[in-house]
Structures are given as C-alpha cells and as structure tokens.
C-alpha cells in the first residue's frame, strides 16, 4: 500500500453561522475537488488559522446578518496572505473598510461561486480528486479511503466518480445506471447492486455496514464524503 497523500489541496476555510437560513454551498465547493474546513464564527477561524493553512477563507456574512468587515479585518491580521471572499446578502454592498480580495451578494448560483472561488484558490494540477474522506485517481483507477486503496475496474471508477459529483444527493438506481453505464436501459438492478458491494469492498472500513455508500430503501443511494 502506497503512502495515505496528505492535503494535496490546502483547505478553503468557510465561516457560516446559523443566525440567517441560507443556502449550503460547501457540497458544490467538495464536489468541484475542493477541501473544505467549516467553522462558526471568526474567532474559531482564526484559531484554526493559527494551526493549519488555508487556501481561501470564505466569510458567509449573510449567515450571521452582518457586513462581515469586522470579521475580515480580524482575519486579514491572523493570515495576511489568505485570500477572503466576502459573501452577503440580497442586495447589500461591501464596507468599503472590508479588507477582501472579493465579494458576492446572494443570490448566485454555484458554478458563480466555484468560479470565484477558482480565481482566488485554483486547485493544484495533478492526478488526485478528492472529495471528503475519498480520493480517487481517476487515470491510474486508485482510490485511497482512511488509509485503505484499492484498485478499481474502468466501471467502478466511472461509479464512483459519480458518486463523488454529487455528495450528499439521493441518487435513483435509474440515474445511477444511465450515468454510468451509458444506456437508456436501466432496470438491470441486479448488475447495479453488483458494482455497489464490489465499490464498498474497496472503500469501506466495513463492507456490510457502509459509511460511505448508503443504501436508501426504495430511492437509491447516497454518497456521504465523511463517511458518517
């Protein structure tokens, strides 16, 4: 077994509070190959800034119903050469003492997020995609989970690369099978169930109790990235 890589993509810092219901962005942002820490206020985030390196701070000020400069300033004194994109609400303008590198105000559509976010934190080239717990090299059809790798079949890789697309989503074994298997015939369930156990095989701690891979009796399946 190879060495588990470590952190190939520096994590975006994301700051969200609870204070405004708002739109959860962060599974877009993991799906795109983002690596993504989630803390609640700015002071957990610039204790966390003290232990670790960030790519990208994102400061989600409509999730607190504030302007977010004073967060921003804090930030920009505990990690001065983190870029931070400003988020905030429908129709608000940033402080113009907001120390940032950028500014949406909501609402926006992810792939307007992604594409800021790309701007100011382009991911590193290389063979690794990684969403949560999982990475997968797609080329050389690797995958590395808590440790663990295995080798996968062309297919395998295609399933779980769309798993890994879209974490978090109830996916239907009808979609699941027009993805990848390319056909517009999809009632072969039993080849699905097939690819699931050989996937769980190479991904999960414990095949029969899957953390990675749930099943979703009568809808599908799931694919949660933190496998928990």
Not at 130 to 135: C, D, I, N, R, S
Not at 164 to 176: F, N, Q, T, W, Y
Not at 183 to 188: A, K, P, S, W
Request: net charge positive; aromatic share 8%.
């Amino acid at each position: 077994m190879t060495e588990q890589p470590t952190e190939p993509v520096r994590a975006v810092l994301w700051i969200e509070g609870r204070r405004v219901a708002v739109p959860d962005f962060v599974p877009d942002l993991q799906a795109a190959g983002y690596r993504v820490e989630k803390v609640a206020s700015g002071k957990q985030a610039t204790e966390w800034l003290k232990e670790h390196s960030a790519a990208l701070a994102v400061i989600f000020a409509a999730s607190f119903g504030t302007s977010g400069c004073r967060m921003a300033r804090s930030l920009r004194r505990a990690a001065p050469q983190v870029p931070i994109l400003l988020i905030l609400g429908k129709g608000e303008s940033p402080n113009p003492k907001a120390q940032v590198d950028d500014v949406l105000a909501l609402p926006f559509t992810k792939r307007k997020l992604i594409n800021h976010v790309r701007r100011l934190a382009p991911l590193r080239r290389g063979p690794w995609f990684q969403v949560g717990k999982v990475w997968l090299d797609e080329r050389n059809r690797i995958v590395r989970c808590l440790r663990k790798e295995s080798r996968l079949t062309p297919r395998l890789t295609r399933l779980l690369k769309f798993f890994m697309e879209h974490p978090g989503e109830i996916l239907s074994r009808e979609r699941i099978f027009s993805a990848v298997w390319d056909t517009d015939y999809t009632e072969d369930v039993r080849s699905l169930q097939v690819h699931i156990t050989w996937l769980r095989r190479a991904i999960e701690p414990d095949p029969r109790n899957p953390r990675f891979i749930q099943t979703l009796r009568t809808l599908g399946y799931r694919f949660n990235p933190e496998g928990q």
